[in-house]
């Protein structure tokens, strides 16, 4: 019988890394691996609006750390001494344009048999994306729930890579906005994951996981 993994196995297993060892690297083909993960994790009506800035260098992360000063500064040995740094970023915007770019690369992957099912995805996409456009008028939080589903998957595939992992909302958007000119390619910083491999004195990774009960949480119909 083939072996079955425990996916529960991963997830007792990571935790926040609070302390990363600065000696320790992640390996090319881990970092491609970690690109596919960003790059392959799902949307809502596959609308991907999305873009990561992947640090791996020391300038890069340096860059980056830029982002956690003054009140945040608490995360900047996090972002540095991390061997691999993701920065996730949201669209401000979707726009017709957009739209059209997701369906020709569609059409391209061939995901249409006929001009029907890719008229059906025009404007099953568009019914979504309008509504929260212009009746609900929550576009851009909407949008940041699909980032989120990827710093999920992020997270657990990183478990699965062997990697530790530490997400961070803690730092300065604006700063980190204008250091890597996002918001001239239509873009904000959403989100930071610091990858890489802990501290042996990290004070974390001793802790004992605390999550709610059963009991508490899920509920069986």
């Known amino acids: 019988m083939e072996a079955r993994m425990n996916v529960t196995d991963f997830m007792l297993k990571r935790y926040t890394t609070k302390k990363f060892d600065p000696t320790k690297t992640v390996s090319n083909e881990t970092i491609k691996e970690v690109e596919n993960l960003l790059r392959l994790s799902p949307s809502s009506t596959n609308v991907q609006p999305w873009k990561f800035v992947v640090a791996s260098t020391a300038e890069g ?32 915007t979707v726009n017709e344009a957009y739209l059209e770019s997701l369906l020709a690369r569609e059409n391209e992957d061939g995901r249409f048999n006929s001009e029907e099912a890719m008229k059906g995805q025009r404007d099953g996409r568009g019914y979504f994306v309008n509504m929260h456009r212009f009746e609900f008028k929550d576009a851009q939080q909407w949008m940041e729930k699909q980032v989120y589903l990827v710093v999920g998957t992020l997270l657990l595939g990183a478990s699965v890579l062997g990697l530790d992992a530490c997400p961070m909302e803690g730092f300065d958007s604006r700063i980190l906005d204008k250091e890597l000119g996002l918001r001239e390619q239509g873009y904000m910083s959403s989100v930071i994951v610091s990858l890489g491999y802990h501290s042996a004195d990290d004070f974390n990774a001793a802790l004992p996981k605390s999550r709610r009960t059963e009991d508490d949480v899920i509920v069986r119909i």
Do not use: M
């Open 61 to 92: 992360k340096a860059r980056v750390a830029k982002g956690a000063s003054g009140f945040y500064s608490f995360n900047e040995p996090k972002i540095r001494e991390a061997s691999l740094v993701v920065v996730f970023c949201v669209r401000e």
